[in-house]
């Protein structure tokens, strides 16, 4: 192995990249140094370097096109400046459909028919021709430092091009980072090794601490290859972000042999995870929670503490809103098929537990189930709260302390259990 295959492949270790990729650099770099010191901008020059024996050869690469009468071509060059300088006075670019009517030839890349079978007489029209070009010499010092820039360019393009790949088959899972920083929009930096990603405002989890130098999971959201580089675009927020932890931490999801039907999510503080199976040996709910509470405490855990209500889901319209209404007791639903309403009756002693604080267990079963619901007390049939109605209304209506309820109740079903 001579001394330059041995130093591409540690640069191919260092940056993690494939070898093809740095030849192609390295001659893309010896094209650009060949022009500046021995050909002109006319010519479209590949090269082929050998790194065993350290040589390369060199060709001017052209597409044969058809014979364009000289006279013709130099008119309608003239009228193409013309439309350009036109354009640029209007501060646009000419479009396609304005120089349609116009001959082109390109002599960097294209070479006419009667010119090409001056050096190679069979050739046809679309033929493609590498013309031998001769290597004079040694670089010179301006040629070098071309083809340096041209390398260090290229690597950085290989290596942005070889996170992206990777972090491409990511998409739509949850990876780990490390909190740079926070920028000036509120975004926050997170360092994913090789590159960085940003978490947006609406995002991140109102509340969330985000401090520097602390690991944390994201939602891989998007990833794509902008002008600066790759762009990617992390969430906590996002409801995809449960069902992704849940596929990692419970088999059952991951293998498809429970089933997420829907998510209901108000980051931070609660989510309706609506699961189903249709293997009778399996407990949809108890393989979320795991034995006592195992698996859930972990995805909890994971999301900084947020409360997660397991629900069995049901085709069943009536039954789903009831499950989703836990951990309320529903005592009957009414629907308005037209509507896609809900009206639930709830005892007294459930009422506050049904609608949750500030509205949020009624408007998660709502966003659950996609129904407008509507809560009622029963004997008091003019105490009515809607899913659709404003916090500040629904505090009013209600003021309770429905949290410390909603702990009592759900301290009371593990004791049943």
């Known amino acids: 192995m001579s001394e330059i295959t041995k130093a591409i492949q540690a640069i191919c270790d260092e940056k993690g990249l494939n070898s093809d990729a740095v030849l192609e650099s390295i001659e893309a770099a010896l094209a650009a140094a060949y022009r500046k010191d021995y050909g002109n901008r006319q010519q479209n020059i590949k090269v082929k370097f050998n790194p065993e024996l350290g040589d390369m050869q060199a060709w001017d690469v052209k597409i044969v096109v058809?014979?364009?009468?000289?006279?013709?071509?130099?008119?309608?060059?003239?009228?193409?400046?013309?439309?350009?300088?036109?354009?640029?006075?209007?501060?646009?670019?000419?479009?396609?459909?304005?120089?349609?009517?116009?001959?082109?030839?390109?002599?960097?890349?294209?070479?006419?028919?009667?010119?090409?079978?001056?050096?190679?007489?069979?050739?046809?029209?679309?033929?493609?021709?590498?013309?031998?070009?001769?290597?004079?010499?040694?670089?010179?010092?301006?040629?070098?430092?071309?083809?340096?820039?041209?390398?260090?360019?290229?690597?950085?393009?290989?290596?942005?091009?070889?996170?992206?790949?990777?972090?491409?088959?990511?998409?739509?899972?949850?990876?780990?980072?490390?909190?740079?920083?926070?920028?000036?929009?509120?975004?926050?930096?997170?360092?994913?090794?090789?590159?960085?990603?940003?978490?947006?405002?609406?995002?991140?989890?109102?509340?969330?601490?985000?401090?520097?130098?602390?690991?944390?999971?994201?939602?891989?959201?998007?990833?794509?290859?902008?002008?600066?580089?790759?762009?990617?675009?992390?969430?906590?927020?996002?409801?995809?972000?449960?069902?992704?932890?849940?596929?990692?931490?419970?088999?059952?999801?991951?293998?498809?042999?429970?089933?997420?039907?829907?998510?209901?999510?108000?980051?931070?503080?609660?989510?309706?995870?609506a699961v189903f199976t249709a293997d009778e040996s399996i407990d949809p709910i108890g393989a979320c929670i795991g034995q006592r509470g195992s698996r859930i405490n972990t995805i909890i855990e994971e999301l900084g503490g947020e409360k997660i209500d397991i629900i069995q889901y049901s085709e069943n319209v009536e039954s789903y809103i009831k499950q989703a209404l836990s951990p309320a007791k529903v005592d009957s639903v009414e629907l308005n098929e037209d509507t896609k309403e809900a009206v639930v009756n709830v005892v007294s002693d459930q009422f506050s537990l049904a609608i949750g604080r500030g509205g949020q267990n009624v408007r998660l079963a709502a966003n659950l189930s996609g129904w407008t619901i509507k809560v009622v007390e029963k004997g008091a049939e003019d105490k009515v709260v809607s899913s659709d109605d404003e916090v500040a209304v629904i505090e009013e209506k209600v003021g309770e302390n429905i949290e410390a309820k909603e702990d009592v109740k759900k301290e009371e079903e593990r004791k049943e259990e």
Do not use: C, W
């Open 66 to 273: 058809e014979d364009i009468d000289e006279a013709l071509l130099e008119e309608h060059q003239n009228i193409l400046a013309e439309r350009r300088e036109k354009a640029r006075e209007e501060d646009r670019e000419l479009t396609e459909e304005e120089i349609a009517d116009l001959v082109h030839f390109n002599p960097k890349t294209e070479l006419m028919l009667k010119d090409a079978k001056e050096i190679k007489k069979d050739v046809k029209v679309g033929d493609i021709l590498e013309i031998d070009l001769a290597i004079p010499g040694e670089f010179g010092r301006m040629a070098a430092q071309t083809a340096k820039q041209v390398i260090i360019q290229r690597l950085r393009e290989a290596e942005r091009s070889s996170v992206y790949d990777e972090l491409k088959e990511q998409q739509g899972e949850v990876i780990q980072g490390v909190v740079q920083r926070r920028d000036k929009a509120g975004a926050i930096i997170i360092d994913l090794g090789k590159v960085t990603g940003i978490v947006p405002v609406n995002e991140q989890i109102r509340g969330e601490q985000y401090r520097p130098g602390s690991r944390m999971r994201f939602y891989l959201s998007s990833i794509e290859m902008g002008v600066r580089g790759v762009e990617i675009i992390l969430s906590r927020a996002s409801e995809k972000m449960v069902e992704a932890i849940f596929a990692q931490e419970i088999p059952e999801i991951d293998s498809g042999a429970v089933q997420i039907k829907g998510i209901a999510r108000e980051a931070g503080h609660r989510s309706k995870v």
